[in-house]
């Protein structure tokens, strides 16, 4: 089952998982291009299980900005 955290869900879970990251720590890591894959919907931002999944395991992912490199 596909679920959509918020920010502060997606930060808990990470803690959850023995990754201390703050809500704070996420947003900031999305203005830079860093932290997990996000979808952006109007204002409200989510990440899946699957981009928590891939963060943890370490697995680089490619960002708009990256593609124009």
Known sequence: MKRN?????AAQELQNRGIRVTS????????QGRGPRFKKI???VY???EALDQFERG???ETVDSLEA
Do not use: A, I
């Not at 704070?24 to 203005?31: A, D, H, I, P, Y």
């Open 59 to 61: 697995e680089p992912y």
């Open 5 to 9: 955290f918020s920010t502060k869900e």
């Open 47 to 49: 990440y899946t299980r």
């Open 42 to 44: 109007g204002r409200h």
């Open 24 to 31: 704070g720590t996420l947003n900031v890591w999305r203005s």
